[in-house]
């Protein structure tokens, strides 16, 4: 098969998908008659024997929390609501769901994961291909190049402190500032009134995948290998994606992803500058064909959990792709956890960790800024 029905099939896996989702998990129309508009992402597994498709994860969103908000999440909160980052989340889940359906059902099987030699492992099976579907260029370096025409951008000196988040650090600038520089890591875009977030840009996180896989720390734990992505696929593709994805990544070990480009546009895109960006975001997680999970996000919790200030948080309001959700999870599936908070487990998992370090001294050699501690029990 061609790259380009190749790249329109699982574009169109994707938008079908979304196209069943309910209507709270899509932008509307508000009171004032302004258009919200979203991003939509979704993964999608390949069979490499008959090139069947299967639909692992899809979610939208264009909004990330303040990194202010995160005093009280104890991991309830998901800082980054971006689509393609809460569809990566979301893959994660479904694994989990996967190993515990595994691991309950020891004479069944599952169509993602199969058990391992090794003792306690499970193995991602050998038969798929994963490829993420975008609707748009990933916000950050890849999609610099389209902003020329919006007006939330300013040009500005390479050495102008306002753009940096730390001026000691240089090679991590705000949001959309100084926005013909090029190759650095960015936060994610917001309004310049807005509070900040230190969450990293879309493109510096896909770009970092390919080193670190796409596995999280609980599943890089309960997998026998990382699993990587293949192939990117998007409406928009430019010659500068591989600058931005492949260019700074490298001289480490990776899996590059391929891009391939699709002729489908997704329905909720940003068609003028009188639409607004929508509040919500969704997931929609399909572990088994039987079991899926669909839910609407606002403010980084579950639609309708949300409590203003510094109230405490509501029973129930963490999303499932949340870290205490797939903390919960995991803890059943290796009680020697138990009594390990989120952090202390993950900082166990030192060879992931080391390709992390590896990755944030080449894309930013000035130093890191993390986002404010997040750990649950
Ligand atoms: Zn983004």
Redesign the pocket.
Known sequence: MDDVSLGNRIAQKVLEGYRKLGSSCKPGTRSNGVKEWT?LAGIVAIDKKNSDLRLISIATG?KALPDAFLHRSGGKMVHDC????LALRAFNAVILDQIAYLNSNSDNQIDLVERASEDQLFHFKDNWELAIYISTL???DASMDLLCQDESIIEMQDDDPIQFVDPAVTSIVRGRFNYSRRQVVRT?PGRFDSQITLCK???DKLCQRQVISILNCMTWKLLNKPVYLKYLVTPNTTDLLHQSFYDRIKVLPNVPLKVLQCSYQFEHDKHSSEEEPSAMSSIKLYSTPESTVEQALLNGLKNGFYTKGNKPLRRNCEPAVSRYAQWQLFKTLRPEFTNATYLQFKATIQDRNALIQDCRKLLSPKGWISTSRDDCE
């Open positions: 991003v264009v971006h689509a393609e980052i990933p916000c950050g994610k840009s879309c493109s």
